[in-house]
């Protein structure tokens, strides 16, 4: 029984799989717009169960479904037309017949599946035993299972004797297989085959497509409507222009017809393929892993030499040195501390990985115009970069200049950027370069953009020392490049006399004062001979007194007690380009083909008074955190160094990537490695710090993410405001195999307002607390303009709906809106938060802004972070991203890391420890930040085991009894493991030998003179209650005509360098009394005296970088301090020798006498 029913063409095709009915038989319902014939049971299909059961079950193509089950699934199929599928009349009610035999369209357009309950042509073709007759039942149609084609007859009848019928194609293919007959299973014979060549080309031809004047419109299923090509009629056949066009491959991915769909008729023009992908679909960001077969012998590696270590130090402690326990005990002791530390350092760094950003998809998804961003408005949310400096003279308003000019000039939409300079110290001297900057800016900005520099740094740019014409192509390139270089030179000599221009107009202003005070005093009929104490002020260019520090302190304008100060030395650009002008006498460049605009420029000095507890960087930058979130609320911050610059220029937008991709909600921060420039190229004291940069925190990438390290770092502005991420994940367990997943933010979301911002909600305070609490004075302050950003920041700050999976989103466009101008209040409200006691019964430095209480706030603030679930990101570029100064001076570089160690004792003694981690921090990443706070107290048993080599020497007693095979077998096993897994580190890492081998003399250095200092210090401060203050390193800016490795050889004494300084004489002291003990022995024994050499001449090689900066400039040392240091040397020798002479039985050599 068949039903078929006519429909609308763009009705699609149903396919509904019931079952139900008796003898649980399976049903299939077809609904199609084109009439189709039902397809019969096939005793050999598995389409049914039970067949015999079921009494012939049918297929009905019916509309209405025949017979309706309980159980069904329902598949809508489109099917377009083909040359092999065309449609029928619509007036039809039976299966398509041509003279009583099965139209060959209908069996060639039949719907055919695979698998589990599929159908075949053969199903069909057994179907249309139904039919009162047939072609197959008349001998014309090819008795192969599964074809319809037409049986072709040679010159004597079918091919076989047997008279089996089937078609030219599969006759051919049944030659190709061996030539057998599917009938008889015989071979054809010779002259089987043979027909008339001219009946076969007529038989071989497809059938014709069907004219448009044949075709119903309202029958074609592929009759649609072009959108892409709106001049095409309503019913324009797409299936006849794919199948007959003429010179083109079609329309698709590969090919594209220059004039769309009418490329097709004939047109040989071509043009570059549409992006077919969807943008949102394209992922920003992608994580590369490290090859497998460096990671997998890496980790093995790790597991071999831990075994090894607990072999080795099993063995020593099961075989003490009787004739010397305390040495054996202080060694032994030394190797279990260095065994815990090494596993601390090396368990992190299971999982490094790198990630690469994609630029183009970020500016197509955000900078494209689309139908909610018909301009083609940047979709970017704003940055808001903050620069710190404090001391000017330590830190020159030049390098601060050329900082902030480098961000001015950054590749990120205009009107999104703006940039904030703390001047901790309140100078006018920075007060006034910065002015000088935002002069210069309009030359270098507009020109920078025009010529595509890199590095936007003028001082870096105009220093470098390769080819400038470079990748340049236009003309007036040098000639513009010329007149900004003479600008440049011009802004740097008024940048560098404005000391002395301050003071001179100062002491002018000073000077005038006195005189009228005088005068007045005249006037008066006061006695002259009177003093009188005039201020001595500092003067502004303008004629009114600074508001900040003075020259000559004075009461509210000293360092320590100064007033508020907020000046926008750039206002908010427009929303729309501007573009400049043709070069003439007062524009240097040609600007008429760029937008000149400049990003919103900011002078912040916060109110200082004495009595307050001011927090050193880290309250200035929460003071920096909300003056911007009243001025520009951008919702990510980046911070920098004064001394560090933007290198390229397109570093935001790659740190961007991470935070607008997939799962980017959860990005707290995107940190950048921190990069040197100005480094002596043997990099003496490890300054370029690679190892860590490079290996520990591409290492914790592959964990929750890298560690805050103070500067190039972008910042989620909510994850600030200490606020939990979206989703976090808790483990628990042994090394915290068992994940939960949490979901941290509850909408509240009013039905129909889709404007209503939802804040996250911070489980750590209080896991009841609505979003209303967590919004009160107690946590962020008075302001109440403060208080409204923050939902702003947080939904300017989410992701794009259109991306998959994200479930609160921000429609895309949504950002694409002009900022609004900066007023009054706007200004008077800002300078208000920036108060001293604006902190004051608030949160901010205890779960708020960047944390107070240590001097390393950096890692204090990344580790809060991430406790409360947050996740970050280490961002390599290609080209690197910032780049900065470091002390190459040894004194310099030791209170550096003197500095850093510090901060990491205060971590260890304070609830700030890794032990006291929450469940959402990940085991590893637990370990790391341990291993932070703990390696200090390394240096207390490096300095034992440097010292006991040459106690070893000095006693002529050893560590262990004798230089057994166990013991040496073991060391090397030791020593060959960590070789091989420099050398990998190296490998997945980028870094160079070199720098290994300096990072880890410099850790030697720094174990024996700055962490040994910083743990006193640190200790005096937990039980004594002793601060500790450190100063600024002093950040130079070279001159021309200067070497720029002056400062390397200067010695400067400091008291960290009595240890290293002790560990050397005595090592090299022990040698020589050591050999010569030996030498004169009756019973040497040279495999104590080996083994104390070897470790004296270990310690000695790693400090060599120490003892070569105290002999100052190369070649300057005398050759009398070398000769005398000889003589020294022997003479204390003998002199041992002498006091302690060695035993045996001849002791006539000791016997001399002075003449």
């Not at 059961?53 to 099917?79: A, D, L, M, P, Q």
């Not at 004075?554 to 100064?562: C, I, L, N, Q, V």
């Not at 955190?625 to 001394?643: E, Q, Y």
């Not at 901010?844 to 240590?854: A, D, E, H, P, T």
């Amino acid at each position: 029984m068949v039903q078929t029913a006519a429909s609308s063409p763009p009705s699609p095709v149903t396919i509904t799989i019931s079952s139900g009915g008796k003898g649980g038989a399976r049903s299939l319902g077809l609904t199609s717009p084109v009439q189709r014939s039902s397809l019969s049971n096939n005793p050999n299909s598995p389409l049914s169960r039970n067949r015999a059961s079921s009494g012939g079950r049918y297929c009905s193509t019916s509309k209405e479904e025949t017979e309706v089950s309980s159980e069904f699934v329902t598949y809508t199929v489109h099917i377009p037309q083909t040359p092999d599928h065309q449609p029928t009349s619509a007036s039809q009610n039976s299966l398509p017949q041509i003279n009583g035999k099965p139209d060959r369209s209908y069996i060639s357009g039949t719907i055919f599946t695979g698998g589990f309950n599929s159908v075949t042509r053969g199903h069909v073709i057994d179907c249309s035993n139904d039919c009162p007759q047939t072609e197959k039942s008349m001998g014309m149609v090819c008795g192969m299972k599964g074809c319809d084609g037409k049986a072709f007859q040679g010159k004597s009848g079918p091919p076989c004797e047997c008279g089996f019928k089937i078609c030219r194609e599969c006759y051919l293919e049944c030659l190709g297989n061996g030539g057998r007959c599917p009938g008889c299973k015989e071979l054809y014979g010779d002259d089987e085959g043979e027909e008339d060549e001219a009946g076969s080309e007529a038989e071989d031809k497809a059938l014709p497509l069907p004219s448009m004047a044949e075709l119903r419109p309202d029958k074609c299923l592929s009759l649609v409507k072009s959108f892409k090509a709106p001049n095409h009629p309503h019913d324009f056949d797409h299936t006849r222009w794919l199948y007959e066009t003429k010179g083109t491959y079609g329309y698709g991915n590969a090919v594209w017809p220059k004039d769309g769909y009418g490329g097709g008729l004939g047109i040989n023009e071509f043009e570059e393929p549409p992006e077919f992908q969807e943008k949102s679909r394209r992922p920003l960001t992608r994580k590369v892993g490290i090859s497998a077969a460096i990671l997998s012998p890496y980790r093995l590696l790790m597991v071999i030499r831990l075994i090894a270590l607990g072999f080795f130090l099993s063995w020593r402690i099961l075989h003490p040195n009787h004739e010397a326990m305390w040495l054996w005990g202080m060694s032994v002791t030394c190797e279990l501390w260095f065994a815990i530390s090494w596993l601390l350092d090396q368990l992190p760094k299971m999982c490094p990985v790198n990630r690469i950003t994609n630029l183009s998809v970020l500016k197509e998804r955000f900078e494209s115009p689309s139908i909610r961003n018909p301009k083609g408005r940047s979709d970017l949310p704003g940055i808001d970069v903050f620069v710190s400096t404090a001391d000017p003279d330590k830190e020159p308003p030049l390098v601060t200049a050329n900082t902030i000019l480098s961000i001015l000039a950054v590749d990120y939409p205009v009107e999104k950027l703006a940039c904030y300079l703390s001047d901790d110290g309140g100078s006018l001297l920075t007060f006034e370069a910065l002015a000088e900057t935002a002069s210069f800016a309009r030359i270098w900005v507009p020109f920078c953009r025009k010529h595509d520099i890199e590095p936007r740094n003028p001082e870096a740019y105009f220093g470098q020392k390769r080819d400038f014409l470079k990748n340049k192509v236009r003309l007036d390139f040098v000639r513009e490049r010329r007149r900004v270089k003479r600008e440049y030179d011009e802004f740097k000599v008024r940048v560098n006399s404005l000391p002395d221009s301050i003071r001179r107009r100062s002491d002018a202003y000073n000077a005038r004062e006195e005189l009228q005070t005088k005068k007045k005093q005249m006037e008066m009929g006061g006695n002259l001979s009177d003093s009188i104490k005039v201020p001595k002020a500092t003067w502004m260019s303008d004629g009114a007194h600074w508001p900040g520090t003075w020259l000559s302190a004075e009461t509210d304008h000293s360092r320590g007690d100064h007033a508020g100060i907020i000046q926008a030395m750039l206002a908010p650009p427009n929303s729309e380009p501007v573009m400049g002008t043709l070069s003439d006498d007062v524009n240097l460049i040609d600007t008429s083909e760029v937008d000149v605009r400049l990003p919103m420029l900011v002078y912040v000095s916060r109110e200082k008074r004495p009595g307050y507890d001011h927090n050193k960087k880290a309250g200035a930058m929460n003071a920096l955190v909300r003056t911007s979130a009243i001025m520009s609320n951008g919702p990510f911050i980046l911070n920098l160094d004064c001394d560090h610059y933007v290198y390229n220029s397109l570093a935001i937008r790659e740190g961007m990537c991470f935070m607008l991709d997939r799962g980017g909600d959860r990005i707290c921060y995107v940190q950048f490695p921190q990069r040197f420039e100005g480094i002596d190229p043997s990099d003496r004291y490890a300054n370029h710090n690679t190892v860590f940069f490079d290996v520990n925190m591409r290492a914790l990438d592959g964990l929750q993410g890298p560690m805050y390290v103070g500067t190039g770092c972008i910042f989620r502005r909510i994850a600030l405001y200490g606020f939990s991420p979206p989703r976090a994940t808790e483990h628990s367990g042994w090394f915290g195999r068992r994940k939960i997943k949490l979901f941290l933010r509850k909408p509240k979301i009013a039905k129909g307002d889709l404007d209503d911002i939802v804040i996250p909600e911070n489980t750590n305070l209080d896991h009841d607390s609505d979003i209303e609490s967590l919004l009160l004075p107690k946590r962020f302050g008075s302001s109440t303009t403060l208080v409204a950003s923050i939902p702003i920041a947080e939904y300017q700050g989410r992701l794009l709906q259109d991306l998959q999976g994200v479930i609160q989103g921000r429609p895309a466009g949504s950002l694409a809106v002009p900022r609004e101008p900066l007023d009054a209040a706007t200004v008077a409200e800002a300078i208000s938060v920036i108060s001293c006691f604006y902190e004051d019964k608030t949160e901010w430095g205890q779960r708020v802004g960047w944390i107070y209480g240590s001097v390393t706030e950096d890692v204090v603030t990344g580790y809060r972070m991430h406790n409360r679930g947050w996740r970050s990101v280490y961002c390599v570029t290609k080209r690197d991203a910032f780049r900065g100064t470091a002390p190459i001076n040894l004194t310099d570089r030791l209170h550096q890391v003197l500095r850093w160690a510090t901060g990491s004792v205060e971590i260890f003694f304070s609830r700030n420890n890794a032990i006291f981690a929450s469940r959402r921090m990940k085991f590893l990443q637990r370990v790391a930040y341990f291993s932070v706070g703990m390696y200090p107290f390394t240096s207390m048993f490096l300095l034992v085991y440097c010292i006991l080599p040459a106690i070893s020497l000095f006693t002529g007693q050893f560590i262990v009894q004798s230089l057994s095979v166990t013991f040496l077998t073991f060391l090397l096993i030791i020593t060959i493991t960590l070789c091989l897994l420099a050398i990998l580190e190296i490998r997945w890492s980028g870094i160079t030998l070199h720098d290994w081998w300096r990072n880890e003399q410099f850790w030697l250095i720094g174990g024996t003179s700055a962490h040994p200092a910083a743990v006193l210090q640190g200790l005096l401060k937990v039980i004594a209650g002793v601060d500790i203050s450190f100063t600024l390193t002093s950040k130079s800016a070279a001159d021309d005509n200067e070497d720029v490795f002056a400062e390397l050889y200067v010695v400067k004494w400091s008291f960290l360098m009595v240890p290293p300084i002790t560990i050397m004489m005595v090592n090299m002291i022990a040698i020589a009394v050591g050999m010569a003990r030996t030498i004169y022995s009756e019973f040497p024994q040279w495999s104590k005296l080996l083994g104390g050499v070897f470790f004296s001449f270990w310690v000695l090689c790693h400090l060599y970088p120490f003892a070569k900066g105290l002999m100052g400039r190369r070649g300057k040392v005398p050759t009398i301090v070398f000769v005398w240091s000889g003589l020294l040397s022997i003479i204390i020798s003998l002199l041992w020798v002498y006091i302690s002479p060695p035993s045996g039985r001849g002791v006539d050599y000791m016997k001399f006498q002075f003449p």
